[in-house]
Each structure stands twice: as structure tokens, then as C-alpha cells.
């Protein structure tokens, strides 16, 4: 890892994240260890979440550290108190700290005046660990990466950010078919191109949901309204109407196609019920990968898997 930290896909090496996925193998065999026996992670949010919170609690149970959750309202990260000293103080306290925040820069400037390292749990501009417990779970269900195609669907978003670099790197070809004003920003699309050809596959954007599904291994979607864009709810509903995932689009994938979604899910808007709830949904493995890549990713970050158990 470049850094100490883990605030952007991008953070990630190719062999980092081969190291993350077997780790979350390893670790999701293994179930619970005292691998972090009295280590003590800060979960910092400014955000709700049901996933991200409970598979980090549970992470840290298992592996027999503790987890203490601060809410919106205790913190006040940067209103009752500045981002700079919530960061040296959590540090005088925890080992690791996951923070949730709305606007990219606040996690960085955690992660710049923090002396532990800080995980990105969901910014603005990046998700980094929902795009591990993705790719893994595609593993999961595939068993390799090769010759495999993404068709994500929808807003050009944190999760979609991710997802592209981390899927470019990994060696699986990305489509993502977005409305004009929605797309995946240029720095980041322009990166992910440039991984995907030192791994020989595509990244591809454009604006036609058919045109991306087709021939697809797995179909992705999230939100259209992200945490914070509530205000724009009308405005985003309306801009991709015509991005819906259903049974019809679906059908333009490969046979064994799997659905995939972060969740929360709006049924009915950017998913219908029977592609939620069919065969070819893996949206609950995905969520129950969040625990397991979120042990591997603890666990890296303080000192590694191969430091507990002696190999590599
Ligand atoms: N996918 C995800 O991050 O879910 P939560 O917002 O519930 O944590
Ligand atoms: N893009 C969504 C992801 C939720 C896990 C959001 O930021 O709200």
C-alpha cells in the first residue's frame, strides 16, 4: 500500500489486493481468532449505514478486538470540534480508525493529522471496501477474473469509482452506461483505463445500458440519489428513468449473468423486485463479504495475516 492509509481504490497495489483476496479466503474458512486481542478501532461516521457499520463491529468481535461506533451527532467532526484534533485525539485511543464522511477532503485531512491509520468507509468520491467485497464475491462465484466483463449501471458515483479502478486492476473488462452530467469523472476513468491496459482488458463509458450489459458476467447497479444528493431526488429520478435494471436487460447478459448491488436497494427504481430477488442475485453474499474482506483489510492494516499466522 502506498501509504499508511486506505482512502481510494487507487491506494491499492495489484498485489495488495491479490494479498486482500486470499487473506479474505483464508479468513472466512477460519470464522473467529485473537488475531487483534486488545486492538481497538474508531468508527467515525457522518453518514447512517446498516452493512458497513455492523460487518466492521463484527470484523473486530471475531477477531477478538473492539469496535467503538461514534455517531453524526456525538462527534460533530469538524462543528463542535475540528477534523484535525477529533484525529489526534482518536489516536491517543485507537489503533485503526474507518470513517464515513460526506465530502472527500474531510477523510483526508483525518488520515494527514492522524498517527493510525484511517480506512475510507464511504466518501464522496470513493467506497474502496464495498469494491473489495465485490470483487471478491465475483471470484467467489466465477473462480477467476479472466475474460470476465462488468456492466455497472447508473450513476457515475463513490461505488462506481471504486469499483472501475479496483475491477481495471483485477483484470476484469468494466462497462458503465451512465445519463449525460452522471458519468464517472475523467481523472478517475482516465486511470482505470490506464490500469486496465497494463492488465490487458477494457475499461468502457458510455451512455446505453444495452450496449454495456450486453454479453456481461456480472450487472451492477447502486442509487441514484446518493447519502447527501437528497435535495436532487427529483431532478436524478427523471435524469435516469431509462437506467433501470430489470428482467429485460438482464436478459442481454450471459446466461449465468449474477446481479449485483452494494444496498441499500430502492426497489422498484434503479432495480425491480424480480431481478433483486432472482436466481441470479448475489446481493446478500456481497453484503455478508463486506465481514470478511473487512477482517482482511483490519488486519493488513495493523500488521498483517502473515504476521499471525508466520508464513510469507
Ligand atoms: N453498502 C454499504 O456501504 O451499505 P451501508 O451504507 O448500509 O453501510
Ligand atoms: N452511492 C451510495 C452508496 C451507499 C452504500 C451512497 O453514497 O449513498
Known amino acids: 500500500m502506498k501509504g499508511k492509509d486506505l482512502l481510494s481504490a487507487a491506494d491499492l497495489s495489484r498485489e495488495d489486493i491479490q494479498l486482500l483476496l486470499s487473506d479474505t479466503e483464508e479468513l472466512k474458512s477460519r470464522g473467529c481468532s485473537s488475531f487483534l486481542s486488545g486492538k481497538v478501532l474508531a468508527l467515525l461516521f457522518e453518514k447512517p449505514s446498516l452493512r458497513t457499520r455492523v460487518s466492521l463491529e463484527v470484523a473486530m468481535y471475531q477477531l477478538g478486538g473492539k469496535a467503538i461506533y461514534l455517531s453524526p451527532a456525538e462527534v460533530g467532526l469538524g462543528k463542535r470540534e475540528s477534523v484535525k ?53 465475483i471470484y467467489e462465484k466465477k473462480g477467476e477474473f479472466k475474460d470476465l466483463t462488468i456492466a455497472y449501471i447508473g450513476d457515475g458515483n463513490n461505488v462506481a469509482n471504486s469499483l472501475m479502478l479496483i475491477s481495471a486492476m483485477c483484470g476484469i473488462n468494466f462497462r458503465i452506461a451512465s445519463p449525460k452530467g452522471y458519468k464517472v469523472e475523467e481523472s478517475i476513468l482516465h486511470l482505470a483505463q490506464t490500469y486496465a491496459a497494463e492488465s490487458r482488458v477494457e475499461v468502457l463509458c458510455c451512455d446505453d445500458p444495452q450496449t454495456a450489459v450486453k454479453g456481461a458476467d456480472a450487472v451492477y447497479t447502486d442509487t441514484w440519489v446518493s447519502m447527501g444528493q437528497e435535495e436532487e431526488s427529483e431532478i436524478k429520478r427523471k435524469a435516469f428513468k431509462d437506467y433501470q435494471v430489470n428482467s429485460e436487460l438482464m436478459s442481454l447478459a450471459k446466461k449465468d449473468a449474477v446481479f449485483m448491488h452494494c444496498l441499500p436497494a430502492h426497489r422498484g427504481e434503479e432495480v425491480t423486485d424480480e431481478v433483486m430477488d432472482s436466481a441470479a442475485s448475489v446481493v446478500y453474499d456481497q453484503a455478508e463479504n463486506r465481514m470478511h474482506v473487512a477482517k482482511a483489510i483490519l488486519l493488513y492494516m495493523l500488521g498483517g495475516l502473515e504476521v499471525q499466522l508466520g508464513y510469507r
Open 85 to 137: 484534533d477529533v484525529a489526534c485525539v482518536l489516536s491517543r485511543f485507537a489503533d485503526i480508525i474507518a470513517a464515513r464522511t460526506f465530502s472527500h477532503k474531510t477523510i483526508e485531512e483525518l488520515a494527514e493529522y492522524s498517527t493510525v491509520p484511517v480506512i475510507n468507509v464511504l466518501s464522496d468520491f470513493e467506497h474502496p471496501c464495498q469494491a473489495l467485497a465485490d470483487v471478491f464475491t
